[in-house]
């Protein structure tokens, strides 16, 4: 399975973006999607993590400003975020959890995608 996320970009705080991720490779019902992110310096976190049932899951961080969801006809999940922040500059990964249904550790996800550059200007 591989994971392309799309979607990164410059934008100055207060402002959105909308992050997309599709894996290409196996059954999309399979997996559980999370999205992780990684700024200069620190370790990846945990953002957002949605399962096929719709169960979503998030970092207290990002609460009431992203919102992950998932078209599973078009097997893309997607990562809106709003009201951006400076501290929010990080690379952003994709990750599949293979027949995960609950959010875990990130040692439970079985493929990552590339990385998508955000980036907030205060």
């Known amino acids: 399975v591989q994971l392309q996320a799309s979607g990164g970009g410059l934008v100055q705080a207060g402002g959105c973006l909308s992050l997309?991720?599709?894996?290409?490779?196996?059954?999309?019902?399979?997996?559980?999607m999370g999205w992780f992110r990684q700024a200069p310096g620190k370790e990846r976190e945990f953002v957002a993590a949605i399962s096929w049932y719709d169960n979503k899951y998030s970092a207290d961080s990002v609460k009431g400003r992203f919102t992950i969801s998932r078209d599973n006809a078009k097997n893309t999940v997607y990562l809106q975020m709003n009201s951006l922040k400076p501290e929010d500059t990080a690379t952003y990964y994709c990750a599949a959890d293979y027949l995960g249904t609950t959010w875990g550790p990130q040692a439970n996800y079985d493929y990552w995608g590339q990385g998508t550059q955000v980036t907030v200007s205060s």
């Open positions: 997309s991720c599709t894996p290409s490779g196996g059954t999309f019902s399979d997996y559980l």
